[in-house]
C-alpha cells in the first residue's frame, strides 16, 4: 500500500484544480461568457488623427489662398509685381507653422501607438498622415534648395 496517495474515494472530494480544468468542468451548469476587448480608443491617438485632418484643410486653404493671390499678382507679361512679397512670406510662414503642427501630431500619434490596452487605429492613421506631411514638406524643401543653386 503507497502511503503518499490518498484512498481513491477521497480523491474527488479533496483534490485540487488541475491545471487544464476550468469553470466548467468543475461546475455542469456555468455559461460560457465571451470576455471581450472592448479598449477605448487612444486620447493621444484621437487627437494626432485631428491634428492631421486640420492641417490637411489648413494646407488646401493655405494653397488656394496663395494661388488666388499670386495669380492676381502677374501683370501681362507673367512678371511677378514687386508686391508679391508678402504673400510669399504668408505661404512661408504658414507653411512653417503647419509643419510644427505636424511635427506635434506625429509626436503624439506615437505616443498613441505605446499606450497599452487601448486601440490604435487612430494613432497609426494619424501618425502616417502626418509623416507624409513632413516627408513631403521636407520634400519640397530640397526641391527649392536644389532648384536655388542652379541658378
Not at 512653417?96 to 497599452?116: D, K, M, P, S, W
Amino acid at each position: 500500500m503507497d502511503y503518499h496517495t490518498p484512498p481513491k474515494s477521497d480523491t474527488a472530494a479533496t483534490e485540487p484544480a488541475r491545471w487544464g480544468s476550468s469553470e466548467q468542468d468543475m461546475n455542469p451548469d456555468y455559461e460560457y461568457q465571451e470576455n471581450k476587448r472592448d479598449y477605448k480608443h487612444s486620447g493621444p491617438g484621437i487627437a494626432s488623427f485631428v491634428i492631421a485632418l486640420l492641417t490637411l484643410v489648413c494646407y488646401a486653404i493655405t494653397f488656394v489662398y496663395v494661388g488666388a493671390q499670386a495669380s492676381s499678382l502677374m501683370n501681362e507679361h507673367n512678371k511677378l509685381i514687386a508686391d508679391s512679397a508678402e504673400t510669399i512670406m504668408y505661404l512661408g510662414l504658414t507653411m512653417l507653422i503647419l509643419v510644427a503642427v505636424n511635427i506635434i501630431g506625429a509626436v503624439t500619434g506615437i505616443i498613441g501607438l505605446t499606450l497599452r490596452r487601448r486601440r490604435k487605429v487612430f494613432a497609426i492613421i494619424g501618425t502616417i498622415i502626418n509623416a507624409g506631411f513632413l516627408l513631403l514638406f521636407m520634400l519640397l524643401l530640397s526641391v527649392v534648395l536644389v532648384n536655388a543653386g542652379a541658378s
